[in-house]
């Protein structure tokens, strides 16, 4: 029913820059929060940020603060995450979906619509 197709990733070093997008398909995106989530080896996928589009709000974890911006793509269907000054503990797989509790970036319990990804790596 629903679909998530993540891009942009890549292979960068320190200090870099990344924007990936997302494409949403199978439902209509206004009226539900959308965030991105990132698991890299060894730990469980974690929250990254999310846009909550009912009340035009965004939230970010601790760790991203300051250095990425989650917006809406000019098509109607997409979601931006621009990565600014990347670090190494940035790396792993990002996806995107939805997301039920918009303050702690958590998706639904039992959410089973998870994308490929996109790799993230940042090396020098």
């Known amino acids: 029913q629903f679909r998530f197709v993540e891009s942009g990733g890549g292979l960068v070093q320190p200090g870099d820059s990344l924007r990936l997008s997302c494409e949403v398909e199978g439902f209509p995106l206004d009226y539900y929060i959308i965030g991105w989530f990132r698991q890299a080896p060894g730990k469980e996928r974690e929250g990254v940020s999310c846009?909550?589009?009912?009340?035009?709000?965004?939230y970010y974890a601790d760790s991203v603060k300051g250095r990425f911006t989650i917006s809406r793509g000019d098509a109607k269907n997409t979601v931006l995450l621009q990565m600014d000054n990347l670090k190494p503990e940035d790396s792993g797989v990002y996806y995107c979906?939805?997301?039920?509790?918009?303050?702690?970036?958590?998706?639904?319990?039992?959410?089973?619509?998870w994308g490929q990804g996109t790799q993230v790596t940042v090396s020098s």
């Open positions: 846009i909550d589009n009912l009340h035009g709000k965004t």
């Open positions: 979906a939805i997301v039920d509790n918009a303050p702690q970036i958590r998706a639904p319990p039992e959410y089973n619509h």
